[in-house]
């Protein structure tokens, strides 16, 4: 794996996207700040599915061992098929707005989880809820917590099995998640004084369709994930140029366990982190 220090040893770098176990990350975000204080990454994002419960024990760890950690939060919706996860950063995970709407999607998943159930009972595969909801503990509860539940209770061979064969997008037993506009997503970050910023947008995307996001009051565009080939990173890149918008990218980690989201290789300049943040604060001063 890459040490950042002596992979280009004057360059500061940051990872803006990493999941912990307050999501579907299999470490603890203590422990995930000690994976990369070891890897002597310094500046680094919590951003949990749904969840900001990650981000202050994190940001508590990290300050004992020189980790800074940016207030972060990865939201979901489908439009058309087409899946958007947008990060907020530098969020107030204290905010009002956000928490509102962080409960209510919280209250919906637990209900998706139950139709996943039923309709598994329905396929003869039965899976008591309450083992699904201890895997989540305090954490977002989603597909991952049930597919690890199939494998506990012995009903698929793997985790992966649980996916392709039950709950996976377009399988039997997978209901779909409950539908925000984009726009709102954008809303509530900008109302808990963060930047939006569409991530890993992969080749899904047209440029105008990431320019309608912009109208929509889009922030930045993650460039940098181990989904985006270099060309895609390119085009993204001269994207976010010709947009005005602004540059983000990290591992997106959850666990050691799949070697495609390492640590310590996909990774931003810490200056782009900096111009966010100023961005950021500079839309909270204009709107006092
Ligand atoms: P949910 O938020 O409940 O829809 O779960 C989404 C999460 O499930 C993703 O972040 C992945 O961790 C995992 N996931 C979704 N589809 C698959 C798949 N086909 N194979 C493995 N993991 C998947
Ligand atoms: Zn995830
Ligand atoms: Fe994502
Ligand atoms: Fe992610």
């Not at 199939?150 to 996976?168: C, H, K, L, R, T």
Request: charged share 25%; proline share 3%; aromatic share 6%.
């Amino acid at each position: 794996m890459i040490n950042f220090k002596t992979a280009a040893p004057n360059i500061e770098y940051a990872d803006l996207h990493i999941h912990t176990s307050a999501s579907d990350g299999d470490f603890s975000p203590e422990q995930v700040i000690k994976l990369c204080a070891d890897l002597e990454i310094k500046t680094i994002s919590i951003t949990d599915h749904d969840t900001v419960s990650g981000v202050m024990p994190a940001a508590k760890a990290g300050r004992k061992v020189g980790v800074s950690v940016v207030p972060g939060v990865e939201l979901g919706t489908n439009a058309d098929d087409l899946e958007i996860h947008i990060l907020g950063y530098f969020i107030d995970i204290k905010s009002t707005a956000l928490n509102h709407y962080l409960t209510e999607i919280n209250e919906q998943r637990l209900r998706r989880t139950e139709l996943i159930v039923e309709s598994l009972a329905r396929h003869g595969i039965e899976i008591n809820l309450d083992k699904i909801i201890d895997k989540a503990g305090n954490g977002t509860i989603g597909r991952p917590h049930i597919a690890k539940a199939m494998v506990e209770a012995g009903v698929v061979q793997s985790y992966q099995a649980a996916f392709n064969n039950w709950i996976g997008d377009g399988a039997p037993a997978c209901e779909k998640k409950s539908r925000q506009e984009p726009a709102e997503l954008i809303e509530v970050i900008h109302q808990s004084g963060g930047a939006a910023v569409l991530a890993h947008p992969g080749n899904q995307w047209t440029g105008e369709s990431i320019r309608q996001l912009k109208r929509l009051g889009l922030d930045g565009i993650e460039v940098v994930h181990p989904r985006h080939t270099k060309k895609m990173e390119a085009a993204y890149r001269k994207l976010a140029f010709e947009c005005n918008l602004f540059i983000t990218g990290g591992s997106d980690f959850h666990t050691l366990k799949r070697k495609v989201n390492p640590l310590g290789k996909y990774k931003i300049d810490v200056t782009s982190v900096k111009r966010l943040k100023k961005h950021c604060e500079r839309r909270i001063d204009a709107k006092y």
